[in-house]
């Protein structure tokens, strides 16, 4: 099943009754905000605890717009999340949520209207090629594969991944040919089954982004 979800890509609309709950939370400064969210992650394990960050300064103009979208953001990313909350506990009443193998991820970094506030801790908005725009989280859960509780990874991977580990979860073999005449590409990507695991991975053989302020 693949659901693909509006949140939190533009158009940025959610239930007002959210988005206030967490227009609240963006009243604080925004460097506040911006510092206790990076904390959370050292917390976390999500980043290096003693890695070096660079405070942005969030001028008077672009406050209200940045806590507008922020908490919009937020707003759709919580209703997703009760959705999938649905979702899995539709699997787990009929006895399939231990053998589904789930993988949330979603686009890569977040626009520049934003990105200072909810690209934290990294640097760049979509379009450019800093961290804060090519990376991309990605969450996995499968316990009958074996998949590596709270594990988590540096490994580079991309969505061309996706699509050869589903085959080998589903045990389908890649054709050479569609419909038996028409030759088929071989398909990029790599399964991902063994970084799941705990195993590590080589870097992919190519990885394709785009730098719009590239001259």
């Not at 990313?77 to 699997?91: N, R």
């Not at 934003?114 to 979509?126: D, I, M, R, V």
């Not at 580079?156 to 054709?175: E, I, K, N, R």
Request: proline share 8%; hydrophobic share 35%.
């Amino acid at each position: 099943v693949y659901i693909a979800s509006q949140s939190p890509h533009e158009p940025l609309r959610a239930p007002k009754v959210l988005v206030d709950k967490y227009r609240e939370i963006y009243e604080r400064p925004l460097e506040a905000l911006w510092q206790d969210r990076v904390s959370r992650m050292r917390r976390m394990g999500l980043f290096p605890p003693k890695a070096p960050v660079l405070i942005p300064q969030f001028t008077d103009k672009e406050v209200e717009s940045i806590r507008s979208v922020a908490a919009t953001r937020a707003a759709m990313i919580e209703a997703t999340d009760t959705e999938l909350g649905k979702l899995l506990q539709l699997l787990e009443e009929n006895g399939k949520l231990d053998s589904t193998l789930i993988i949330v991820t979603s686009d890569n970094g977040a626009s520049t209207t934003s990105s200072k506030l909810t690209n934290a801790p990294f640097q760049g908005a979509k379009g450019v090629l800093g961290e804060g725009a090519t990376l991309s989280p990605l969450v996995a859960r499968w316990p009958r594969g074996k998949i590596k509780v709270h594990g988590m990874t540096d490994d580079m991977t991309t969505y061309l991944d996706l699509m050869p580990t589903f085959l080998q979860v589903a045990g389908v073999v890649y054709p050479a040919r569609w419909h038996g005449d028409t030759p088929l590409r071989p398909l990029g990507g790599r399964n991902l089954l063994p970084l799941f695991q705990g195993e590590s991975l080589s870097p992919p053989d190519f990885c394709s982004t785009t730098d719009t302020t590239a001259n």
